[in-house]
């Protein structure tokens, strides 16, 4: 198959700017157009919806994307076993991520990574529901795992501590908890989806649930930032990454609950990409530049 064909047809679906995409790769609209139409007679289908308006990926090129990607993420990797290849890491880098992780972590430095690799682009897809990547057709996506059973999908971030917490107004009026029993009786705000998890006393074999059974959930979120912002608004009690409390933690906005106890469950930032891709130098050099500055905080050792 034309692989220079199928990386004009991954830069217009980036684009969705035939003409653009053409020009990047140094040939005339009408060529790039040409090519296009080959790879489509090649493939089967209409890979684009085109009008005198605007340029739109049809069903097929969706579809198609992610293996377009994988081809061209294979060549490249050929030439690299071979010593070819280019030199330094170029291109579009499609990353679904926690919407909260990239405010209080990769936002900040973003500018620096630009500044490094001036010919790589990142795209985000933020949520903090997940994606699926190679549907989505993305390079890379952060996640949380257990440790068990992300060893051999990603890069493991850093270890992810989750701890139980309210602001010191909501506890003041409604009561200190005691014991994990006394969760019931109040106010809980929960992640969408969240499945029971263990909470075992530090010291002792005493093993409980949270949240603990025949709860109710007062407020119900699917953003870890907003669920925080309502904690620290005294609205109840919460289950946390440290990651995204931490602040507040030192600040005093919020303070743990049964901090004798400890959400164990193995759970760990990662980043992931798709079992069949070949890890590309743009992918490459973003993980490790991440690892490098977001994996030796301070805050992933507490």
Avoid at 13 to 21: D, H, K, V, Y
Avoid at 47 to 68: C, D, M, N, Q, W
Avoid at 191 to 208: D, H, Q, V, W, Y
Wanted: proline fraction near 5%; charge should be neutral; aromatic fraction near 8%.
């Amino acid at each position: 198959m034309d692989t220079e064909g199928i990386k004009l047809f991954v830069l217009a679906a980036e684009t969705l700017n035939i003409s653009a995409a053409g020009q990047q790769l140094g040939i005339a609209p009408s060529v790039a157009s040409a090519r296009l139409a080959k790879l489509e007679m090649k493939v089967g289908a209409d890979l684009f919806h085109r009008s005198t308006r605007k340029v739109t990926l049809s069903i097929e090129g969706i579809e198609f994307l992610p293996y377009a990607k994988e081809i061209l993420a294979q060549e490249e990797a050929a030439f690299a076993a071979l010593g070819k290849g280019k030199p330094s890491a170029s291109g579009t880098i499609r990353f679904a991520a926690s919407s909260t992780f990239v405010q209080r972590f990769v936002a900040p430095i973003l500018a620096e990574f630009l500044q490094l690799y001036p010919d790589v682009n990142v795209e985000f897809m933020l949520s903090d529901s997940q994606v699926k990547l190679i549907e989505g057709g993305y390079d890379l996506a952060l996640r949380n795992y257990t440790a068990q059973d992300s060893s051999m999908i990603g890069r493991r971030l850093a270890n992810d501590t989750r701890v139980l917490c309210a602001s010191p107004e909501y506890l003041k009026k409604y009561g200190v908890p005691e014991s994990p029993e006394e969760l019931v009786n109040h106010q809980l705000l929960v992640f969408m989806n969240t499945k029971p998890r263990k909470l075992i006393a530090k010291e002792g074999k005493r093993e409980c649930a949270y949240p603990p059974p025949n709860s109710k959930p007062r407020v119900i979120f699917d953003d870890g930032a907003s669920m925080r912002l309502a904690a620290i608004a005294g609205s109840g009690i919460c289950m946390s990454s440290m990651w995204n409390i931490h602040d507040e933690l030192k600040s005093g906005q919020l303070t743990r609950v049964l901090p004798e106890y400890v959400i164990d469950d193995n759970a760990a930032v990662w980043l992931v990409y798709p079992k069949s891709n070949v890890l590309t130098s743009k992918v490459r050099v973003f993980i490790d530049f991440l690892v490098d500055k977001i994996g030796e905080l301070p805050i992933w050792q507490k």
